[in-house]
């Protein structure tokens, strides 16, 4: 089965501070990974994904993650925070569901507060 | 910009009553998912449809929840009855099903939050 957890539930940055939000999984067949971004309400929209080849993937708007296999993590970075990237961060991992690629275990959420 | 369109945005209901939240994928998508968001289970993938065929439900409760999809354009969430308990944001996603492909994105609405009193 797969699990992911989110360090943190609430992370506070200054503007231009790195960002860092914690990922780690758990899954029994080679994970694809994905970091969504919430906007207050909104829908969710996908930030990046881990599915195969480079472990350091760039996503939208300056994130970047890097999937570490010995570490079982998947940390959301970005250099430099703006007071836009305020919103709620989930990471999510593909079940394994007998071929079925759909299925995501979504973590409880980061929320990311930007202080100016 | 084509986005996944859900209505309502807000209902409040009474404890009791049925609850139907419509949601219209993007356009030549195939596939379309509800989900539920709640402060304790966080995420929770109720119901898959692929080509209007409910898939996989085995997330939504069978005794009062009911997903169909009557046209390629609109897929409906009903709660009868409705409770207290069902109180949360219910999200609709669509997505392509691409064959082969080694995961098919998903695109989500807005989310119709609901307040079971």
């Known amino acids: 089965a797969q699990s992911v957890t989110q360090l943190g539930s609430h992370v506070s940055v200054s503007e231009g501070a790195l960002v860092l939000l914690r990922c780690n999984y758990s899954s029994s067949v080679p994970p694809y990974l994905f970091w969504y971004v919430q906007y207050p309400n909104q829908g969710l929209q996908l930030l990046l994904k881990y599915t195969t080849g480079a472990t350091l993937v760039k996503g939208i708007n300056g994130f970047e993650a890097e999937f570490k296999k010995s570490e079982t993590s998947f940390h959301l970075t970005k250099p430099s925070a703006h007071m836009s990237d305020a919103a709620e961060y989930f990471c999510?991992?593909?079940?394994?569901?007998?071929?079925?690629?759909?299925?995501?275990?979504f973590g409880k959420g980061t929320l990311l507060t930007v202080n100016p | 910009d084509a986005r996944v369109t859900q209505t309502p945005r807000h209902k409040v209901t009474e404890m009791g009553q049925e609850v139907t939240m419509r949601c219209q994928p993007i356009?030549?998508?195939?596939?379309v998912f509800w989900y539920r968001q709640t402060m304790m289970q966080g995420l929770e993938l109720l119901a898959y449809f692929r080509n209007r065929a409910p898939l996989d439900d085995s997330g939504m409760p069978k005794d009062r929840f009911s997903a169909e999809m009557p046209d390629a354009t609109l897929a409906t969430l009903k709660i009868q009855p409705s409770e207290p308990r069902d109180s949360a944001v219910y999200f609709c996603a669509s997505g392509p099903d691409l064959s082969g492909s080694l995961y098919n994105e998903q695109f989500f609405g807005p989310g119709t939050r609901l307040t079971v009193l």
């Open positions: 999510a991992v593909r079940r394994d569901s007998g071929g079925s690629n759909y299925k995501l275990t």
């Open positions: 356009l030549g998508h195939n596939t």
